[in-house]
């Protein structure tokens, strides 16, 4: 089993109803309806959301609750934000990134990794073998002290709307896109979603939303 700690928008939220409505798309002029079902699977399996703490397995002794208190202490000392976002690409894919200076979402992200490395599971030579595959010295390094290469300097919030796709199939997808984010300029981050996948493959699923501190409401 492994635990994640997301950003998940509030159910009804605009940024919610985008999402859903856009991973449950199967026709869009242009694309294969198989092709846009295999352009969509991971991020459907994932959740709409973006990553604060990349899936990991709990340690030896460690629990749901301590896991849980990890969170909560994070959230108790943050003060919810708003983040701009705009529709963009990140290493080859499209992607919902912020669209000015990200610093207090790298705070988050760095204070979760801080507070739940004491009770996350090594990974496996096997496993740092098996994702090494195009990291630099910096990434393979990270990768071997966290678990995960793209951590501290190396974080990007980001939302994944699909996989990599041709020219031509991201032309038709930031044109839908596009036509769903008219009005959505900005989200408020204002709780931390701890997500379990019961086993190797499973779809993610919502465990609980820890709130942050009430601050400044998009």
């Known amino acids: 089993m492994r635990y994640a700690v997301y950003y998940c928008p509030p159910s009804g ?4 109803r985008l999402g859903r409505q856009w991973l449950a798309t199967s026709v869009l002029p242009g694309i294969a309806s198989e092709r846009l079902n295999a352009l969509l699977s991971d991020a459907r399996r994932y959740g709409w959301h973006a990553t604060i703490h990349a899936p990991f397995a709990l340690a030896a002794g460690a629990s749901y609750e301590d896991l849980r208190q990890a969170v909560l202490a994070v959230a108790q000392r ?3 934000f708003v983040l701009p976002l705009q529709l963009d690409r990140l290493a080859g894919f499209l992607a919902l990134r912020p669209s000015a200076e990200q610093a207090a979402v790298d ?4 204070a979760c990794l801080d507070a739940l490395e004491p009770i996350r599971a090594p990974v496996t030579e096997a496993v740092i073998q098996r994702r090494a595959a195009g990291l630099d010295a910096t990434g393979l390094a ?4 966290y678990g995960y290469p793209y951590v501290l300097d ?3 919030f980001h939302m994944t709307l699909s996989a990599s796709a041709s020219a031509h199939e991201e032309h038709v ?3 839908a896109l596009a036509q769903l984010m008219t009005s959505l300029s900005s989200v408020n981050i ?3 979603t701890i997500c379990r996948e019961v086993s190797p493959g499973a779809d993610f699923e919502m465990i609980e939303r820890v709130p942050l501190r009430m601050g400044k409401a998009a």
């Open 154 to 156: 190396r974080y990007r």
């Open 13 to 16: 939220s605009e940024l919610d």
């Open 107 to 110: 705070a988050l992200a760095a």
């Open 78 to 80: 943050t003060t919810s």
């Open 142 to 145: 990270l990768l071997r002290r």
């Open 173 to 175: 997808m930031h044109e």
């Open 190 to 192: 204002d709780a931390l």
